[in-house]
């Protein structure tokens, strides 16, 4: 089975919400919500359109909690007991960011981690951004819980 990339699934997009046919080839499947974390974070090119807020509708549906500001970035924060849970979720998420090349702003107090995302390049968000936030509540998920 053959994975669509960012630009299939852009155009399968734009034409689900324009009423054409969706053409999406056989063997291939486009994004669900099961699988968003699943994903890997695809590097942004130069000059590679910001999401519009119709495109940004269905992919923030499939995360919990998350919220876009000023249309261009995804924000959330995580609670913790107390400094020491909230520092080493920071590490859970910095090696997630590593391995997906694709690295949050993070600010870290005692018993909270605010995470923020967007592709700096285009000041704006694109698919891996929301892939990377369903990473980040995946390693929220996977935390010891003592």
């Known amino acids: ?82 400094f020491v849970q909230a520092v080493d979720f920071v590490n859970a998420v910095t090696r997630v960011a590593e391995e997906e090349q694709h690295h949050p702003d993070l600010y870290v107090r005692w018993g909270e981690v605010r995470v923020y995302l967007w592709t700096h390049k285009i000041d704006g968000l694109t698919e891996s951004d929301f892939v990377m936030a369903a990473k980040i509540d995946r390693a929220y998920a996977a935390r010891p819980q003592a």
């Not at 590097?43 to 940004?56: D, K, S, W």
Request: glycine share 8%; proline share 7%.
């Open 1 to 82: 089975m053959m994975i669509l990339g960012v630009n299939e699934r852009r155009r399968a997009f734009r034409k689900r919400m324009t009423g054409e046919p969706d053409r999406i080839p056989e063997g291939t499947r486009a994004m669900t919500a099961s699988s968003l974390a699943d994903q890997k974070c695809i590097p942004c090119r130069g000059g590679t359109p910001p999401l519009t807020a119709a495109e940004i509708a269905p992919l923030l549906a499939q995360l919990d909690g998350w919220k876009v500001e000023d249309g261009k970035k995804l924000s959330k924060s995580f609670r913790f007991k107390n």
